[in-house]
């Protein structure tokens, strides 16, 4: 039904992980979860950081707290988004572009020792 190349569908996946990234976890998204949830971060006995997830409210906004605070899920809705923009919005795929390189970006980083 769909015809995709490798390299565009290599472009989905990294666009798809930057995104879902940058809603959960960066601080420059933050505002978009304030509302829903607070992160607090504690000190263990190890001496290391545990984060601390609090949700607000009750019913929906709960429910938008918690679909945030999970990289699983809000993976999907991602995927979902910009697949969407690839097939049916081709305007935005320099922006896809954009988050692929950025995702691939973050990934290498992530697996860099220092």
Same mark, same amino acid.
């Given at each position: 039904?769909?015809?995709?190349?490798?390299?565009?569908? @290599?472009?989905?996946?990294? =666009?798809?992980?930057?995104? *879902?990234?940058?809603? #959960?976890?960066?601080?420059? *998204?933050?505002?978009?979860?304030?509302?829903?949830?607070? #992160?607090?971060?504690?000190?263990? !006995? $190890?001496?290391?950081?545990? +984060?601390?997830? +609090?949700? %607000?409210? %009750?019913?929906?906004?709960?429910?938008?707290? #918690?679909?945030?605070?999970?990289?699983?899920?809000?993976?999907?809705?991602?995927?979902?988004?910009? @697949?969407?923009?690839?097939?049916?919005?081709?305007?935005?795929?320099?922006?896809?572009?954009?988050? $692929?390189? $950025?995702? =691939? =970006? =973050?990934?290498?980083?992530? %697996? $860099? !020792?220092?």
């Amino acid at each position: 039904m769909f015809g995709i190349d490798w390299i565009d569908l @290599v472009i989905l996946i990294l =666009a798809s992980y930057r995104l *879902t990234r940058l809603i #959960v976890f960066d601080e420059i *998204t933050s505002f978009i979860r304030r509302p829903f949830l607070s #992160v607090s971060y504690q000190e263990n !006995e $190890a001496g290391q950081l545990v +984060e601390s997830i +609090e949700f %607000k409210g %009750k019913g929906l906004r709960y429910w938008f707290g #918690v679909l945030l605070s999970c990289h699983w899920c809000v993976g999907i809705w991602s995927s979902l988004g910009v @697949v969407l923009l690839y097939f049916y919005f081709p305007l935005f795929n320099l922006l896809l572009i954009i988050l $692929a390189v $950025a995702g =691939a =970006a =973050a990934f290498i980083q992530s %697996k $860099a !020792e220092y």
